[in-house]
């Protein structure tokens, strides 16, 4: 640093033209006397334009001294008082009032304000009376070297392309220096490198960074560190400076052609992989980056069984399969893979190829593959009129694995997840031939879709599944009828040959040649003929005039309607035809038929009256009926005194011993066969609990054991009567001790009637025992 001295520069700026005078005596504002020369000596003067200098970075402890204010009117003798103002009037400068010396009262700095403007007063020290006109003068701060060259950032980052020409341009690096660059050296810089030699340079005066070796390669360094100084005062000793650093990185062309590093690949692949699968990846390498480094694989010539694809993220060539791979058919393959970059720099291509070469081989793998079908998919046709059992034809698969391996033969069924839910088809396992189950019907039906699946016999696992569509011909087995239900009517006023209806027909058959129907009727009516217009239709025409509802409001016209294909089907449709009221334009008003008055002269009234009668009195007789059937039945044991036989009374008493309904005359015959589940017809069950099912009385034909059987059955029976009833046999069985136990065959009076046998039967018929001996007439004398 220099030592700071005190300096005054006083200067005068005479103007171009002359100032006007201001009033009163002004003395020279520099402390000029009028005996200092004609140059300052004028009748009447003002304040002049005026600047001090004062030089920065003053170090003294007093204050330093600037420059003088003097005035014309200032005599000396203490009434004159000077007076400063303006920008640090009173802070950065002070006026001694008397004698008008200005002095700085602190260090100033140029970099923080290099000029200040200020203002000065004379006046009466008594009176505060201006003794002349304020004058503005400046105070200028001269600029010394005390601020070093900065620059922006501490560190600047840039890039050049590696194998730059000597001198290329790499980036421009400049620093700012706060001194006046209007002012000497101070803020004159000077650029100069102090670390990235021999590598690169910089100019001195505008700090741009360049290359200074040729045939800089990235691949083998890439980033540089250079530290650049700016030094003021031009250089000189003495001068300040400042550093920086930049991170220069050699960014990459593309001077490095790839290379397989293996110029042979080896590779297997397994006979079932998929069109379009991977069987392996081969690499080469390329120092370069970006697109650069990019890469394109292709096979050398072609290759119909493999492809190869980049990967553009790991730019490596994936070969993948072109063509199903057969082990039994080729086992070896081998092909030329070339390898290019897909940029090229145009500075680099001469002399370099930029491209490799590499051989391929494939070895296929042999798998156990699953049956191969001879057709994929079956379409076959069979026609509809074909019988259950009929052959529709025939699936056939293989097993394409090696001639040394055992034969595998295929194992056929039909998928039912498919449209053969009704089991229409079925599949020979063995060879595959196709039958139906069912007939077909193709109005049903067009087309049956069915899969069938083969899979070997030893490996179940290899399966093989494809579709066959069975087409369903058509037969002509469908007669033609009407396309739609016709609302026909004929006109009361009609004449013959009038239009009443057209009529088409459709048939559900589809003939090869296309539809043809012929439409006819019985000749012989005589209301109505049919004219066929040769089109699928035909029109119906009336055959006489004058028809009347009164005599007949509906006509029923049958129409055969024939087909033209081959066995010709032929149907009747029937027409029906109402006689309705038109009028004169043959409109329809009504078809409903007139109700005509009897001839007697009974009106429609009195007719309706007359039915409503009838209708009360058969609703009378069904009352009437319906309460006597509701009538309560007297018992048929009114007392115990009531000595007639017990006989169940029916409404039906049926047809005798052919009347089998009250019970099962059979299981006398054959009590093997008996049916458990029947009940007693003789009286109405209630199921109070539940049936018990008997067994039949096995090895006994006796049937007056079989009768004790039923007799203790029925005692048992919770379900049984309080009362004895009537069953008739067809057959009692031979050697009974009680003959016949009807009571329908004894005498008229029961007192002819010896009862005793019956106490000899047992507990069963004790009862009926007391009953008929209590009664006796002997017993009663």
Known sequence: MIPCQLLLILTVLWPSTALPFMPGNIGNLFGASESDGKLLQRSKRGWMWNQFFLLEEYTGNDHQYVGKLHSNMDKDDGTVKYVLTGEGAGTLFLIDEKSGDIHATKRLDREEQAMYTLHAKVLNRFTNEELEPDTEFNIKIHDINDNPPKFSKEVFFASVPEMSEVGTSVVTI???????????????????????????????????????????????KENYQVVIQAKDMAGQMGGLSGTTTVCIMLSDVNDSPPRFANHSFRLTAAESTVIGGAIGRIKADDPDLGRNAEMA????????????????????????????????????YEFRVEVKNTYLDARFIHGLQFKDYATVKVTVEDVDEPPVFTRNPYIIEVHEDTAAGSFVGVVSARDPDAESKLVKYATFFISPIHTDLERLFNIDSVNGTITTLKALDREMSKWHNISVVANEINNPRQTTRVPVFIKVLDVNDNAPEFAMSYDTFVCENVKAGQLIQTISAVDTDEPLV????????????????????????????TQRGGFSRREMSLYFLPIVISDNDYPVQSSTSTLIVRVCACDSRGNM??????????????????????????????????????LRRQRK???????????????????????????????????????????????????????????RRTSPIKDNTDVRDFINGR???????????????????????????????????????EGDQDFEYLSNWGPHFKKLAEMYIGKSPDRET
């Open 174 to 220: 400049t620093a700012d220096d706060a001194d006046d660059q209007t002012y000497g050296n101070s803020a004159k810089l000077v650029y100069s490198i102090l670390q990235g030699q021999p590598y690169f340079s910089v100019d001195s005066e505008n700090g741009t960074i360049k290359t200074a070796l040729p045939g800089m390669d990235r691949e083998v």
């Open 297 to 332: 694989y292709s096979i050398m010539g072609g290759n119909d069984a493999f492809n190869i694809i980049t990967d553009q993220t790991t730019q490596e060539g994936v070969i993948i399969i072109k063509k199903a791979l057969d082990y039994e058919t080729k086992r070896d």
């Open 514 to 541: 296309g539809h043809k129907f012929v439409f006819s009727i019985n000749p012989t009516n005589p209301n109505f003929t049919i004219i066929d217009r040769e089109d699928n239709t035909a029109n119906i025409l």
């Open 589 to 626: 008003q009504s078809c409903n038929p007139e109700v005509l008055p009897f001839s007697d002269g009974l009106t429609t009234g009195a007719l309706v009256a007359i039915l409503l009668c009838v209708i009360i009195l058969l609703m009378i007789v069904v009352l009437f009926a319906a």
């Open 633 to 691: 039945k007297e018992p048929l044991i009114i007392s115990k005194e009531d000595v007639r036989d017990n006989v169940v009374s029916y409404n039906d008493e049926g047809g005798g011993e052919e009347d089998t309904q009250a019970f099962d005359i059979g299981t006398l015959r054959n009590p093997e066969v008996m049916d458990a589940n029947k009940l007693r017809r003789d009286i109405i069950p209630e199921m109070l609990f539940p049936f």
């Open 711 to 749: 007799l203790h059955e029925n005692d048992s029976d919770p379900t049984a009567p309080p009362y004895d009833s009537l069953a008739t046999y067809a057959y009692e069985g031979s050697g009974s001790l009680a003959e016949s136990l009807s009571s329908l065959e004894s005498a008229a009076t």
